[in-house]
């Protein structure tokens, strides 16, 4: 089969070498909205070749769409002419507005797709060999495709070493809420906090692997994560709200000097631990 990537960053790029690698396409077109990153996507041999949108459509079997959520939503008019039996494929970390958004005229055709795996980077160079490797992706709303793109989807990501979990986009959308959106947001938060009270020289002879570990994702892309923060903007304020419970929580044990407390407290969060 031959297989079209739109977006050649890290997701798309990292599709791209794994696909090669397992010999999947017979050959792999890209497309890229990006003139700066066609040099690096061409240097870097992610793509046999970067086409034009058109083109890509016609000669590929399955499309992939390996761009920020609101830019998938945005794509999908050009997909109305699509022959019947191409498949799309998102790789969106959202997926219950994408998936409400899809037009009826395609939407056996789209399979709602979310990677569980990913760095900060961002870009062609970003791309890595075994991104996907041993990794999960959930695949949304399934029902409401068809047989023929469904197995294409398996065949696929089977074939690039991830395990398959099926799911509701909605519940999706919560449980990548807080195993991702919020940690990433309270990343950015801590990022924020930190470089407003502490100036460049002290936070580089200072910072260790704690502040590095916490603050690693801060580093992620504001235009993929401002799209999931909308697209998942109540389940994420559901979250914060939570969050600020547990600070509150902490700061009063602490404002009490209920050390005793504090310790179980945290106790507690260890255990996360003995199930991840
Ligand atoms: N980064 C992660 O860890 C991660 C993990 C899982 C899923 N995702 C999802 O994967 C998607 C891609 O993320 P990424 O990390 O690869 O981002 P990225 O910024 O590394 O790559 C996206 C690429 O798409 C290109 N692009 C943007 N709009 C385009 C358009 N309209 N047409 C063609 N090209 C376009 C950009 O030039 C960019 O190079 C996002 O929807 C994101 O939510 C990301
Ligand atoms: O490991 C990382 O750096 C990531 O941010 C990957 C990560 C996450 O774990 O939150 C980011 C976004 C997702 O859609 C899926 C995975």
């Not at 499309?63 to 945005?74: G, W």
């Not at 704690?210 to 109540?234: C, E, H, L, T, V």
Request: charged share 25%; proline share 3%; glycine share 6%.
């Amino acid at each position: 089969m031959n297989i079209g990537i739109i977006g050649l960053g890290l997701m798309g790029g990292s599709l791209a070498k794994a696909v090669k690698r397992y010999g999947i396409a017979k050959k792999v077109y890209g497309f890229t909205n990006s003139e700066k990153n066609k040099k690096d996507i061409l240097e870097l041999n992610l793509v046999d070749e970067l086409v034009d949108l058109e083109t890509l459509k016609k000669v590929s079997d399955v499309i992939i769409l390996a761009i920020p959520v609101d830019a998938i939503i945005s794509m999908f008019p050009n997909f109305l002419d699509i022959d019947e039996n191409t498949t799309i494929i998102d790789m969106g970390s959202t997926k219950e507005y994408i998936v409400k958004n899809i037009p009826e005229k395609i939407r056996k055709n789209f399979i709602a797709a979310h990677p569980m795996t990913g760095t900060e980077k961002s870009g062609p160079k970003a791309a890595i060999d075994d991104l996907y490797e041993g990794k999960t992706v959930v695949l949304c709303d399934l029902e409401d495709n068809t047989e023929v793109h469904i197995n294409r989807a398996y065949e696929i990501f089977q074939a690039i070493g991830m395990r398959i979990v099926v799911m509701n986009s909605s519940r999706h959308d919560i449980h990548a809420c807080y195993m991702s959106h919020l940690p990433h947001l309270i990343s950015f938060s801590l990022a924020n906090t930190v470089m407003g009270h502490e100036d460049p020289k002290s936070i580089i002879a200072l910072a260790a692997g704690g502040f590095k570990d916490m603050s690693r994702i801060a580093k992620s892309s504001p235009i993929m994560w401002s799209d999931i923060f909308k697209q998942n903007k109540k389940n994420l304020l559901d979250s914060m709200d939570l969050f600020e419970k547990h600070l509150k929580d902490a700061r009063k044990l602490i404002e009490d000097e209920n050390y005793d407390e504090l310790q179980n407290w945290m106790k507690k969060a260890n255990t996360l631990h003995e199930i991840l």
